[in-house]
């Protein structure tokens, strides 16, 4: 079977299925089965499957990625937060449901992700341990959850490039560091090192097309609330202008490629995954 985006939907079908309580299910399948990329479980499982291993073994620990980078994004969403209505192009949690809801349910599937990884029979003891591990450190307080305090510190302020990059280091590449990171534990890598990098560089990209996209592009287009002008956020947009933003998306993605092409992969299963995200439009 080959992975796909379609593979990943249906397993995170199958996982909240499970879910006992209806109230809760039905707000995690909002949540969780509203559409999305899949970016993070396909370059985990690609990864995986560029050394030539069967990676539908490993779709569940993959999804446990998508189950906390939904987490990230229904607490995001929050009126606490950024007060988005919209999600892809679904109404948010909290306004299909109610904001405690929204709370619990981001609760529910930040927990539940690491029970599906902690239980993974798939897995052996060393690389559940490391996967969680990974996983931990890169959405923790020295994670995601320290890059959106940043952002929300850094609202209504004039920041510099630096700054800009440590937020979106910690609140947009950190966990796709994991998603690499995770897949290269389980094919037995030894050093984590460069999938680590590609996972940095990955993240600014996917940031700076985030902020390029939201500034040209519409809320219809996007799928989600274009919030960033409202919150006076500063972008990489906003800082440095499109012609920089496109200069430096051109050289991050020539560094992937060089780092990918110095690593034993036996296929281009994972290249072809970061062409998608070099040339996506939403």
């Known amino acids: ?44 499982l ?8 069967d990676a539908t073994l490993y779709l569940h620990a993959a999804c446990t990625i998508e189950m906390l980078h939904t987490y990230t994004l229904v607490h995001d969403d929050l009126p606490a937060m ?3 209505d919209m999600r892809r192009s679904k109404p948010t949690v909290h306004k299909q449901f109610d904001e405690a809801t929204a709370i619990l349910t981001g609760d529910a599937l930040l927990t539940d ?54 937020i979106h280091t ?3 590449a950190n966990l796709i560091q994991a998603a690499l990171m995770m897949g ?8 984590l090192t460069p ?31 274009l919030s960033d002008a409202r919150n006076q956020k500063t972008t990489y947009y906003t800082l440095l202008g499109e012609t920089t933003c496109q200069t430096m998306l051109k050289d991050a993605f020539h ?4 780092i990918l092409d110095g690593l034993n992969l036996s296929n281009d299963s994972i290249h072809k995954v970061i062409k998608q995200i070099e040339t996506r439009t939403n």
């Open 113 to 166: 992700a690491f029970y599906h990884l902690a239980t993974d029979e798939n897995l052996t003891a060393e690389q559940s341990r490391k996967c969680i591990e990974i996983l931990t450190e890169k959405t923790g307080s020295n994670g995601t959850i320290k890059g959106q305090m940043l952002d929300i510190v850094n609202e209504n302020t004039s920041i510099t490039l630096g700054e800009l990059q440590k």
């Open 184 to 191: 290269a534990v389980i094919v037995g890598e030894e050093n």
């Open 46 to 53: 690609k990864v995986i499957e560029a050394h030539d291993l």
């Open 82 to 84: 950024d007060d988005d």
């Open 255 to 258: 560094t992937i490629y060089d």
């Open 1 to 44: 079977m080959t992975i796909s985006k379609a593979v990943i939907d249906e397993t995170l079908n199958q996982i909240t299925e499970t879910i006992p309580y209806t109230p809760l299910k039905k707000a995690m399948r909002h949540a969780l089965l509203a559409g999305g990329k899949r970016i993070r479980p396909l370059l985990m």
């Open 170 to 172: 910690h609140k947009t």
């Open 195 to 225: 999938f680590e990098q590609i996972g940095e560089k990955l993240g600014l990209a996917f940031q700076i097309q985030d902020d390029l996209l939201e500034a040209t592009s519409d809320e219809t287009t996007m799928g989600k609330t």
